[in-house]
Nanobody, 124 residues
Framework: QVQLVESGGGLVQAGGSLRLSCAAS????????KGWFRQAPGKEREFVAA????????YYVDSVKGRFTISRDNAKNTVYLQMNSLKSEDTAVYYC?????????????????WGQGTQVTVSS
């Protein structure tokens, strides 16, 4: 089992920045690919970013490329999502996710573990 706990959400003005953190416990953190999804009201959960077990492979949805950066610190069992140049359309609940591999990570139905979510609200 892997437990994931997100933090760092909040309210920010458009153009601002936030950094989300996801602390993991349970089975060995480094054996899982990690990533982030988001879900806005009335919309399906959407893939945002993923990082492989070693950190050597990283993937983003097109809408956040150049603005968001995913990283991980295996020594701290933590994965991060640095979000810059935030837009109102980034408003959503952000979920940390874990899967055995990045292959197939973009499909929320393939995720093995979820965090509880953290709200990000961007005001225009």
């Amino acid at each position: 089992q892997v437990q994931l706990v997100e933090s760092g959400g909040g309210l920010v003005q458009a153009g601002g920045s936030l950094r989300l953190s996801c602390a993991a416990s349970g089975r060995t953190f480094s054996t899982y690919a990690k990533g982030w999804f988001r879900q806005a009201p009335g919309k399906e959960r959407e893939f945002v970013a993923a990082i492989s077990r070693s950190g050597g492979n990283i993937y983003y949805v097109d809408s956040v490329k150049g603005r968001f950066t995913i990283s991980r610190d295996n020594a701290k069992n933590t994965v991060y999502l640095q979000m810059n140049s935030l837009k109102s359309e980034d408003t959503a609940v952000y979920y940390c996710a874990a899967r055995s591999d990045t292959y197939g990570f973009t499909d929320w139905r393939s995720i093995d573990y979820w965090g509880q979510g953290t709200q990000v609200t961007v005001s225009s």
